[in-house]
């Protein structure tokens, strides 16, 4: 049986042989956007995507219908249609041999050389695939260490994707616990790699020509976030401890208390040098997702003027509705962070402060 497959902007029609899938005969593509000569059937692009059918022909109304969706897509802006056909995420180096991986969800850091390769946080499974390919391209040996700063899914989604090819996952042993809870609850545990090593306050190892060293400081973005500090670069990631002028996500459900927030960005500062480049978990639109101690000042000021920001509302005898329904758009004192999201904040920041007068 010969299977076709048809673009998603319905400018190339392929005839696959079942018996030899590389085998492929193809008309060029329409529009300009598709390759006829290398396709990449996994890339998640409006583009890329393949209409996969088990009949031997294709109906004229399914072809219509899947044209007529990327006929539309085709009008987009051109920035928008730039960052359709962009390539799968950037890496990009900092300090030594050491950098970052940006695509979607939480930042990713690593650290490759001929002796060692790590790997912190890991985004979602299929980013964590594009990833692992842009690694391979420069190192082919097993991955040593695999860090989670902390249990959320656009950091340790990715995990899967390092099954049998990494030695050892590390992160707070209450980063497990939650990564552990929330997997039961979403009955996605099949979908999980959890770590296998743990900790409560530092953690150290040696990995090729670095020492990883792991800080936790209590309580912030969640129970369970990790500083990771790669020490010979001086370059310390802080998973979504930073949210660089962006509305943070406060994650009660998960431990996580704004004033030792403050807290454990303080004990961040004394603890790495003023040299230090800090890898933040995201960044607002506009704003780079590394910086330097001024940044985790900044930090520390807005989630400190949250709090003094609601307990006067409180005071002045304010219901969390109330707070909402006045469509706030800033913190007084830390302007610096707009956009969406201030929500999150208020509400959190109220409930931490309510907690403690029930």
Same mark, same amino acid.
């Given at each position: 049986m010969v299977r076709i497959l048809a673009c998603a902007c319905g400018g190339i029609k392929i005839r696959v042989n079942p018996l030899n899938p590389r085998h492929l005969r193809s008309h060029p593509c329409r529009f300009g956007f598709?390759?006829?000569?290398?396709?990449?059937? !996994? !890339?998640?692009?409006?583009?890329?995507c393949f209409i996969h059918l088990n009949q031997s022909f294709m109906s004229r109304r399914q072809f219509l219908q899947t044209s007529t969706f990327a006929i539309g897509a085709s009008m987009l802006p051109t920035a928008w249609l730039s960052q359709l056909l962009a390539p799968a995420g950037e890496m990009k180096t900092l300090r030594n041999n050491v950098g970052i991986f940006t695509e979607r969800g939480g930042t990713?850091?690593?650290?490759?050389?001929?002796?060692?390769?790590?790997?912190?946080?890991t985004q979602f499974p299929d980013t964590a695939v594009h990833l692992i390919e842009a690694i391979r391209k420069q190192n082919d040996r097993r991955v040593d260490l695999l860090i989670n700063t902390h249990h959320h899914g656009d950091h340790s989604g990715g995990n899967i994707a390092f099954k049998g090819i990494v030695d050892k996952v590390v992160a707070h042993k209450n980063s497990k616990a939650n990564q552990e809870r929330t997997a039961i609850a979403a009955k996605s545990e099949d979908k999980q790699l959890y770590p296998d090593t743990t900790f409560d306050g530092t953690w150290s190892q040696k990995?090729?020509?670095?020492?990883?060293?792991?800080?936790?400081?209590?309580?912030?973005?969640?129970?369970?976030?990790?500083?990771?500090?790669?020490?010979?670069?001086?370059?310390?990631?802080?998973?979504?401890?930073m949210f660089n002028r962006r509305?943070?996500?406060?994650? !009660?459900?998960?431990?996580?208390?704004?004033?030792?927030?403050?807290?454990?960005?303080?004990?961040? !500062?004394?603890?790495?040098?003023?040299?230090?480049?800090?890898?933040?978990?995201?960044?607002?639109?506009?704003f780079p997702v590394t910086g330097t101690e001024k940044d985790l000042i900044a930090m520390?000021?807005?989630?400190?003027?949250?709090?003094?920001?609601i307990k006067k509302e409180i005071k002045a005898g304010k219901t969390k509705e109330q707070i909402l329904e006045a469509k706030y758009q800033v913190i007084p004192g830390a302007e610096e962070w707009k956009g969406q999201g201030i929500e999150r904040s208020l509400t959190t920041a109220f409930d931490e402060l309510m907690e403690g007068k029930k």
């Open positions: 598709c390759s006829s000569k290398k396709l990449n059937f !996994r !890339r998640q692009c409006l583009f890329y990713i850091a690593w650290m490759i050389d001929k002796e060692g390769l790590v790997v912190v946080d990995v090729g020509s670095e020492t990883l060293s792991l800080h936790y400081f209590g309580p912030g973005h969640t129970n369970g976030d990790s500083f990771v500090h790669f020490e010979n670069a001086n370059v310390v990631h802080c998973g979504d401890l509305f943070p996500n406060i994650d !009660r459900a998960a431990g996580a208390s704004i004033a030792n927030w403050i807290v454990a960005l303080g004990k961040a !500062r004394k603890t790495f040098s003023k040299d230090t480049l800090y890898i933040f978990g995201h960044g607002a639109e506009g520390q000021n807005y989630l400190s003027k949250l709090l003094k920001f």
